[in-house]
């Protein structure tokens, strides 16, 4: 029987390690301070380990899925980084630490969010550059791309910053949710898959899991919104309830929203069963999205 | 003999269809409409025309080169809207219109500028998704990450950012400008060359070409920044004399700068003709690229 508290906190340390020996030293310094400053604010690393925990579900894995899972945390970082700024949702905290605007300024914030989303895109062609990686690396790539994207989580944040103060339904809730955090969260365990070879129907597994997964952590992040304090998220809380968004909880109330993220996690374990592998880590980690306080 | 002024107009029509074309139209309407404001803004298409012509120098090309084409003039069009933002230039005129931010609003034109970014990559994993294109597209992104990215492109614009009002050596302002400017216009020459499967020697000349033509291009932009208007330019003048940024004209003179491109230009123009093939069409783009006035 896997720990998994202690499988996520050796796989922390390894991307962890691994992002930051990516970032190219040339760089004017302001620029990879700025970068770093964001990525060692801390993080669950929660999309790079589900691309590693997929891949190494499938097959054996070597240092290369270490360095292209770190293409899912430079994304997830940066996009945090461009929702912070103030012309977004003009957030000061972030992770426990002021956000990367309020440190280095609004433009150098601007840059290092964008430098960030093509180190991404360089990652995976470094892994693409390697022997038979070339055509898995543009699948990777493509799935990258449309789940960071104007259909994906760019998308998803324009809808809601249309949708503060409207009243949305619960389809349009989901929808919003998907992009903005699903479709990220589904890419970083396809993209695991097809990197380890996975065949075209154990993808369609991985992503029924994935999918689930990512509405059911959306809806944890909205509970821990309403319910958490500021020192136990390391941001300030409540932001939701005042800008009006709609989120789960608000519009099922707290009780129903938990049941409706325990039904999404039993599906994603159904789904995840039916591989032919030891499917051990990718429950516990769904386990975790359910249970995190923070 | 060829037609230079009708070569460049034929392309440019071919890239403009190309380039909407590849805008998915499920995205909310909002971000694509931004996205298609600054596309069909005008602009020249230098770089996916160089891309196209380095390509058609070394071998027959088909669509697939010219929607490939389209991600140089992606991150071309994010980067000049993430430049106008209020936080960076602060600039309200671009290609004789109101900037994406004047129209879009702050957020609105951040997230334009990460989508376009985000399409140049995908547009790179499509063409890397076709039969026997997947290594040249993983070198592909790899050189337009690298000429994007935080080495080149985004760290040419903190350097420029951090320059302003200091006095800077000639070598400073030629780093500045190959950063901002010219990784970008080598990589669109490269890329077309990688596409088109130049050998390795080939690529080197085609190197030296587009390193000539894209400081010539900078001293150019310098010059029409202090002798144009703003009616021949679509953009406000005098701005970096304003700001007291170092420019060639600034540090050597007008006439000094001029006689620099035309160097340059003579440097571009022995490199091409070292190639095995047919290149008045590249010779030509860089005479265009000396002689404009816009």
Redesign the interface.
């Known amino acids: 029987m896997v720990n998994i508290d202690q499988y996520l906190q050796e796989k922390r340390g390894i991307i962890n390690a691994a992002l930051l020996k990516q ?2 030293d ?3 310094s ?3 301070d700025a ?1 770093r400053y964001s990525l060692e604010a801390g993080g669950k690393r929660l999309r790079p380990i589900l691309t590693i925990a997929a891949a190494e579900t499938i097959s054996e894995i070597d240092d290369s899925i270490v360095n292209l899972a770190c293409a899912l945390e430079y994304i997830h970082t ?1 996009s945090l980084i ?1 929702d912070d ?1 103030p ?2 949702d003009d957030s000061n905290l972030r992770r426990g630490v002021p956000t990367c605007h309020c440190v280095y ?4 914030a ?2 290092a ?3 960030l ?3 991404a ?2 990652t ?3 892994y ?2 390697m022997e038979g ?3 898995k ?3 990777i ?2 799935q ?3 789940a ?4 994906g989580m ?2 998803g ?3 809601d ?2 949708a503060e103060g409207k009243d949305l339904t619960v389809q349009e809730v989901e929808r919003i949710s998907e992009l903005k955090t699903g479709a990220l969260l589904r890419a970083s365990v396809i993209c695991g898959g097809i990197a380890a070879g996975a065949a075209e129907s154990e993808l369609g597994k991985l992503k029924i899991y994935a999918d689930n997964i990512g509405t059911a952590f959306q809806i944890i992040d909205d509970l821990l919104d309403c319910e958490g304090t500021t020192e136990e998220l390391g941001k300030p809380t409540g932001a939701d309830l005042e800008k009006a968004k709609a989120t789960y909880p608000a519009l099922l109330g707290t009780v129903k929203a938990r049941e409706k993220a325990i039904e999404l996690y039993e599906k994603s374990i159904i789904a995840v069963k039916e591989l032919k592998y030891d499917t051990e880590i990718l429950e516990g980690i769904a386990r975790k999205i359910i249970e995190r306080k923070s």
Chains 1, 2 share one sequence.
């Open positions: 970032l190219p040339q760089a004017p302001s620029l990879s970068m940066y461009h700024l012309a977004m300024g609004d433009a150098m601007i840059l969010g964008d430098a989303l093509t180190l895109f360089a995976v062609a470094c693409g550059q990686n070339a055509t690396a543009a699948e790539a493509t990258l791309s449309e960071a994207g104007m259909n760019i998308g944040q324009v809808l910053l249309e």
